[in-house]
């Protein structure tokens, strides 16, 4: 019989944390699924582990590749998908015993939307009785979206694998291997379902659903090199999706403004990790200049325009660093740009 999600968990090195995702899996209230863990190319026991879970249950299977990163791993577990519909979990992280039960719900209402969820740290609230109810994004909403830091991650969607196979397959860009895979693969599936289905929404759950543990020390997103090339990496992300949504989802320019405040937040962020030439050169990228033309044209308010404006990379740090440590400079610095720029933008 034909599962009906196929879950799929990539496996390197995680003999520890890799027990409570598996249970929190073979817990789910729905039974129709598949669980694929994909190997790759373990060490320290971690192969073992999946084979002997499937020996014991078989709605989870096992595939062995060499390592060749996360989105490698995934892509095979796509490639061997049967599910009508396709979950993605981090192998240190858990999902919630009603995650399918609530997520194939809300779909079976939806008429053809994207059904996500938010996340929680809070071992605690994860635990706690799950709230109902949703929150309905129009695609003129998506700038709002966005902000909401639940739109980049895969592992809080549900996908119809029928969008993600055709007119072709789509699947995870192997080169990246940073902690920076998920929004391009995101990104591409929303166009699909946009030229598929003018006008769908996206159905925001509000139970956390999703457990993102920060107990493993050798996470992507604690490694130092998740901040390599953060600018050169994060720019042409925010350019695609502002070019999606003026042209895909027609969003306002008002919905925009907070995503456009976001942006420049991230880079100035990225900038900490440049040396000061480096800087000073991906400041000059035209890019840039898009970005502030979207905040311009809105007249919203962000203390990083003017540093970005004056291409000024040392500017940018001293207030990003400011903002970061708490410091009475950043309120500082944050006045004067206000009313440098009239005192009358939108804060």
């Known amino acids: 019989m034909q599962p009906k999600i196929s879950i799929i968990v990539p496996v390197y090195n995680c003999v520890k944390f890799l027990p409570a995702c598996i249970n929190s899996i073979a817990g789910q209230e729905c039974s129709s699924f598949e669980c694929i863990l994909v190997n790759d190319g373990s060490s320290d026991g971690s192969g073992a582990l999946c084979d002997e879970i499937s020996r014991h249950d078989p709605r989870f299977r096992v595939i062995h590749k060499s390592n060749g990163g996360v989105c490698s791993a995934r892509n095979a577990g796509l490639d061997a998908a049967r599910g009508e519909f396709v979950l993605f979990c981090d192998q240190d992280d858990r999902i919630h015993p009603e ?3 609530r997520a194939l719900a809300c779909y079976e209402s939806t008429e053809g939307g994207l059904v996500m969820w938010p996340y929680t740290r809070d071992p605690a609230e994860f635990s706690a009785p799950m709230p109902a109810g949703e ?3 129009s695609q003129q909403e998506f700038g709002s979206l966005y902000c909401t830091f639940m739109l980049p991650p895969v592992w809080n969607k549900l996908f119809e694998r029928s969008v993600l196979e055709s007119p ?17 693969f995101v990104y591409e599936y929303l166009a699909r379902l946009a030229g598929l289905r003018p006008g769908f929404a996206v159905h925001f759950l509000r139970a956390p659903l999703y457990y993102w543990s920060d107990e493993n020390d050798m996470s992507v997103s604690k490694k130092s090199v ?3 090339q953060y600018f050169q990496v994060e ?6 999706f502002a070019h999606d949504c003026k042209t895909l989802y027609h969003c306002p320019a008002q919905n925009m403004a907070t995503f456009y405040q976001h942006a420049l937040h991230t880079l100035a962020f990225g900038l900490l990790f440049e040396n000061k030439a480096e800087g000073h050169s991906l400041l000059q ?6 970005l502030l033309d979207g905040l311009k044209e809105n007249h919203t308010f962000s203390p990083y325009y003017l540093p970005f404006r004056w291409r000024s990379a040392a500017l940018a740090r001293f207030v990003i660093r400011a903002e970061e440590e708490g410091r009475r400079s950043y309120w500082r610095t944050y006045w004067l740009f206000y009313y440098l720029l ?3 933008w939108n804060r």
């Open 235 to 240: 720019l042409p992300l925010f350019l695609r």
């Open 99 to 101: 995650t399918i039960t």
């Open 285 to 290: 990228h035209e890019g840039v200049t898009e």
């Open 226 to 228: 998740h901040y390599q």
């Open 135 to 137: 929150t309905l994004f």
């Open 342 to 344: 009239g005192g009358n």
């Open 168 to 184: 072709s397959p789509l699947r995870f860009d192997a080169s990246i291997r940073n902690g920076h895979e998920d929004l391009p």
